[in-house]
């Protein structure tokens, strides 16, 4: 390989590191207003009037918007532009103003007199589901979020349990947690005075999403509304409902204006208004031969979706499928579902529930071991799956590597774990208040959408004629390289320096609907679809080179900018005068590979059939230290290994591992939206406390290859994965030191020191 | 048809009446610096001294730049964005300078200070044909303009005029013409302060070609360089050459500056350095029999390429395939190049030579018919190209209909032409200083490229979910209507309303180079490329909705947004209801159409090949009253036919002819850019006259119809055929008044009056 598997600097590497890259925030466009959106103080409230007569007379004011005002819908797929009669979490915006400076749109919004008559609320999934309770929402009978439940059913749990020696019966809970993203939400909506069209530039993380936010809330057709995504400071599945909502809001006034309007969130505003990672009531009862086989699994895994929509009818089926972990389990029974609460609303966050997911069953898997009085290690060798293995969904895997086993044995190897945890548990039972301990977890992941929605994504390659290569997505870099890795795949294919290739920022309007970049899908399927783009303008390029050598197309190679036959290299011409060459004789080098999506058929009432194509496989070992006085836990070192199929960029890769080792350990330890009757408590980084580089532990990323059948060059997916095992490894870890189990995270001080499992009052 | 063939009004109506509509000198940045140009006064000098210094500290001044300071090339393809050491024409510019304002540019200007020693030149076709005479491009020995010779080599004309029983030998000249496009040109580039790219907004036709000008005085890669068209006032052919020079040296100085830079001429810096209609100096000598058979015809056409390139290495092979007009004629000789003179340089305008070919040759069939005492029509009847016919190039016309003819009849019979020729001979007769006369030409046409170069295009067809539809070219609207044309070419093949169709405007990233528009291909070419991409999409969605229908796609039809079973319409779905389903299968919607160039063989040295695959037709009658006291001519009525195989949209295909057949009036009675030692005397509007409301005839366009093999719903050409007769018509009409034939254009008042022939001084 000449670019690919090489770590090569990321292509927006010098933008960013000089500071010359441009978000949303650093866009300015001339008569440029400033929007501010007034939110409610109360979780659920009725609206019973809005008053906005002397916020429309604040100078520099250029307009104040209720929900009256709005040109066309008011909501799109639930979540609201501006409530109208009510509101139901403290995110709900009641009004907005545009304003000539930050500061008048400011005193506009105080200006602005809103009188509420505040209502009782629902802020837990055991008050959401207490029969007789309040509703939030009208179209959620029983609280119970709308398409939220799949169930598993597989075997006979009854006779599993009837068949196990040894049964337990576990409860954990996780958290509402923040995406902590480094830029908050920014836009600019630039209207065209003549269509009443608008261009928005945005920190999206999907810009078609956001079309279609923005056209419902102008009430205008797509192919009038154009997305173009900024650079984005990190997004995590987060800049999805909020950006939609500001993008709609900014356009609406800036159509009504006729002037750009930009909006800039506050890091409170996005703290308060944004969603959040789904906090989870994960119930469970398994049952194991004393051999350590797992016979029988069932699991009530609830989830709290807050006010609105919550994406949970989309991630409760990835958490059904994963809700057992990489375990070949005969009798399974899972439900999952989500709940609506008066708190803020549940949304994508790295992992798409399987942190949680993980995070319990990997905690189960242990205390599961220690009630069989077994080694977990040995409890999850016997149980792995392995290659033609049946899932839990009745997935037979005998089309592609199966490597949970594989990965795990390299990750303990190179952890040195079964020394380490002979050591510590030595160290541990001499007393002393410090204590180490060691812990592991280890997971699969299906790599892309599967059988959720059609996992299909174009790329489009096009050759200018001096050799330069432009390339575009539907999907985004969101910060994850995607622009990088997308390069390197083009420039492999087709033998050219990656200084060649000239990555373009997403533009809706340029590029067909390429679906979300979501679900660790932008290597596995974006790429595939640049490489099918690749390979069509290649086809067409080597056959041109072939006729200007005198050779058959199939004897063709081409690397570092040079076409030239296999068996004669001195038959060679360069990359470019083969364009030129094509190009001269009326061919087009602009292509747009499309992957189409496979067949996944699934059976809902049982959560029965094949839910991806590959899946890509994790294993992470954690150390800490615990000082048993003040219930601090340092975490020593952490070795996370991941089998990628291929990495088409090892420094991406390993960047990737670091970030989800360090946001695993915030999961883990320190990070909780604190709420009280709905509001939030610690809305910025001063009481929501997140992990900074004095918290950094030792890290070991390690890349597993496979020949995977699908990706690209067999690249999988890494983006979730690299964070999904982090918090179960380290609470494992906890408990190998103390021996006492934290079963509610974040396995925060008080938790630790006193062992209880706390959960939300 | 629901969509073509009526006449809707155009897309961007609406803007265009109401101002709305963003030229680029509309366009403003924040921190917009505006960019001036300083040029020759000399038609031809050496440049002894450039001092910028005072220039450098006028306030407000960031960068005066000359040769010197050009980070790459002084030039693309000879034309120079600064003269180094020389200047060629009184357009060259010696140094640029960019301001905080326009007043600060022109002081600066001002300020510099440029000694030249005045060297003679070359201001005639015949100085410059004079053995010795002095060389106004090293690269151009005699003067001729590279390449541009192309000769056309048939039968044996010697024999020819052997067999002749009457031989005439005439020369016709035709002047400099301006464009007058309503829009002076203007840019504004805007550089991105992280990679050294640039974004060029222009009043550009091609914006290909001006990016690669733009990239060569960068030095930079295509694809790091993106032009983006704005909506253009009219070019005609003439916002080429002139706006590459203009968006190249913007974009340097916007990349030296870091601020976006704003060019914008004004009408004398437009008329100054633009490209002009070559001046023509047509020498013929033609044989017929007594019967009127034509048996030998001989031409040299020599143009005026000016100072610079003046894509006569192109536009001659246009020239010599259409110089001997739509006749069949067994023996043929023609020679066709181009010189340099130290004039204004040649380019491309409507039409591309045939215009002032057409003139000389229908001219020529005047007073070939008087020398045989025969009717003029009598004569084109003799002579006229028919089905099976073989063109002096060697093409057998027997694939097409062939309706020169058909054409000409209808067209006489719709004016009234044979009545009103024997009414205003007899009226001649009787003497009186006004004098009605009419006259009439005829003429074919290659549509595209033909054999010049590969006539390739691409079109984009991208439906949205909410089944709106985007569509891209890389074909450019000028004002013709390209926009509204491929709307409904799209509209129509999909079955759906105008409305849903969303044009967007050509940038040069997001789409491949669908090279230039010109050669009337906008719609026979980049229309066909739209169709061929609806196509595929339709394609996609009939097997969507035949999926819902339960029914097979070929029984499938639809209009007006719905698609149905022909056998049984009351099977049915709503065109965005297929769409969604194709969509949500993971199908992707998006299709680019391509045009792949058919091959057209050209021998050059014998001018002898398959020129185009489509020609069209065309006819014009005019009528005219001269005051013989006077010279005035008034075109009373204009009666233009052209085989247009369809028109996409009547009332469009109705403006291409009015604006034509004005167009051609100017050429015809008032245009003529005028030159003292290469210095423009008439560089405005006062004194450069084109036909006002005031000088409007009677204008009746007929549109015939025919079943064009290769053509989208059959469509061929228009633009430029619309013009081509015009001048022709009227001379011949102002003979038939007068009795004396002007053969030098344009027929003003002296020549009419005086019956003077009056070559350029």
Redesign the interface.
């Known amino acids: 390989m000449g670019v690919v598997s090489r770590p090569v600097p990321r292509v927006d590497a010098?933008?960013k590191v000089?500071g010359?890259?441009?978000f949303a925030a650093d866009l300015?466009?001339?008569g440029m207003l400033y929007g501010k959106v007034l939110r409610s103080p109360h979780a659920h409230a009725r609206i019973v009037k809005i008053d906005v007569s002397r916020a429309r007379e604040v100078p520099g004011v250029h307009c104040v918007l209720t929900a009256a005002d709005l040109p066309a819908a008011r909501s799109w797929f639930t979540y609201l532009f501006l409530a109208e009669d009510e509101v139901r979490y403290t995110g709900d915006a009641v009004a907005m103003v545009a304003a000539e400076d930050p500061d008048a749109a400011e005193e506009a919004l105080k200006a602005i007199e809103v009188v509420y008559e505040p209502l009782p609320g629902v802020f837990t999934i055991e008050e959401a589901l207490e029969p007789g309770a309040l509703q939030v929402q009208d179209y959620a009978p029983g609280n119970i979020v709308r398409n939220s439940h799949w169930p598993v059913r597989r075997g006979n749990v009854e006779e599993g349990f009837a068949r196990s020696d040894v049964i337990i019966e576990r409860e954990y809970r996780t958290p509402f947690i923040e995406h902590a993203y480094i830029e908050p939400e920014a836009t600019v909506a630039v209207p065209d005075?003549?269509?009443g069209s608008v261009t928005v530039y945005g920190s999206v993380q999907n810009p078609y999403m956001t079309r279609r936010y923005v056209?419902a809330a102008l009430g205008t057709?797509?192919?009038?509304v154009r997305i173009i995504q900024q650079t984005l400071g990190g997004s995590f599945g987060g800049k999805e409902e909020v950006m939609g909502l500001m993008c709609g809001r900014a356009a609406v006034m800036a159509v009504k204006t006729g002037r750009p309007v930009k909006m800039v969130n506050t890091r409170e505003e996005s703290f308060v208004e944004s969603a959040k990672r789904h906090p989870f009531r994960l119930r469970y009862k398994i049952g194991a031969t004393r051999e350590g086989r797992i016979m029988a699994f069932e699991a009530e895994l609830v989830d709290e979706g807050g006010a609105y929509n919550s994406q949970a009818q989309f991630m409760n089926w990835r958490a059904c499928v994963h809700s057992a972990g990489c375990y070949e389990i005969p009798n399974v029974k899972v439900d999952v579902y989500a709940v609506h609460t008066n708190n803020v609303y549940g949304g994508a966050m790295r992992g798409y529930s399987s942190p949680q997911v993980i995070f319990g069953q990997e905690s189960l898997m242990d205390e599961l071991a220690e009630a069989l009085g077994m080694d977990p290690v040995e409890l999850r060798r016997k149980n792995a799956l392995r290659f033609g293995s049946v899932t839990i969904t009745g997935q037979k895997l005998d089309d592609q590597p199966v490597n949970v086993l594989a990965v795990m044995e390299r990750v303990l190897e190179e952890a040195d774990y079964f020394n380490r945890r002979e050591e510590y548990t030595r160290q541990r039972e001499k007393g002393g208040p410090r204590r180490r301990g060691i812990g592991m977890a280890v997971s699969y992941r299906g790599c892309g959408l599967g059988a959720e929605t059609?996992?299909?994504t174009?790329g489009l390659v096009?050759v200018?004629?001096?050799?330069?290569?432009?390339i575009?997505s539907g999907l985004t870099d969101n910060g994850q390289g995607l622009s990088t890795s997308h390069a390197q795949i083009v420039a492999e294919e087709l033998g050219i320096p990656l200084s060649?290739v000239?990555y373009?920022r997403v533009?809706t309007?340029?590029?067909?609907?390429g679906g979300m970049t979501v679900a660790s899908r932008g290597t596995y399927t974006g790429g595939r679809a640049m490489l099918l783009a690749a390979r069509k303008v290649k086809e067409i390029i080597f056959r041109g080179a072939a006729e200007l050598l005198s050779c058959r197309p199939e004897e063709l190679a081409s690397s570092d900018g040079l076409i030239f036959c296999s068996s004669d290299p001195s038959k060679k011409v360069s990359f470019e005068e083969a364009v030129r060459h094509c190009?001269?004789?009326?061919?087009?080098?602009?292509?747009?590979g499309?992957?189409?999506?496979p067949e996944l058929p699934w059976d809902r009432p049982t959560g029965q059939g094949k839910a991806f194509p590959t899946y890509m496989y994790s294993c992470v070992v954690a150390e800490v230290e615990v000082d048993t006085e003040t219930g601090q836990v340092e975490v020593l070192r952490v070795t996370a290994g991941h089998d990628v199929g291929r990495a088409i960029n090892p420094a991406l890769a390993a960047g990737q591992i670091y970030g989800g080792i360090v946001m695993g350990m915030g999961m883990a330890l320190m990070e909780e939206v604190e709420l009280h009757k709905g509001v939030i408590l610690n809305p910025n980084f001063d009481s929501y406390t997140i992990p900074t580089s004095l918290d950094m532990p030792e890290m070991k990323p390690l890349l597993l290859e496979s020949e995977d059948p699908v990706g690209p060059f067999h690249a999988k997916s890494l983006g979730e994965p690299a964070m999904e095992c982090v918090a179960a490894a380290i609470v494992n870890a906890v408990a190998h030191a103390t021996g006492r189990r934290v079963r509610s995270l974040p396995a925060n001080l008080e938790k630790v020191l006193l062992g209880k499992t706390l959960a939300r009052s």
Chains 1, 2 share one sequence.
């Not at 057709?221 to 009038?224: C, H």
């Not at 200018?464 to 432009?470: K, L, R």
């Not at 190009?583 to 747009?592: K, M, N, P, S, V």
């Open positions: 010098y933008e000089t010359r890259a441009k300015y466009f001339p005075p003549v269509d056209a057709a797509l192919g009038k059609a996992d299909a174009g096009s200018q004629e001096d050799g330069s290569v432009i575009r060649k000239v373009q533009d309007s340029t590029m067909p609907d190009l001269f004789r009326g061919e087009t080098l602009t292509q747009l499309w992957v189409v999506p």
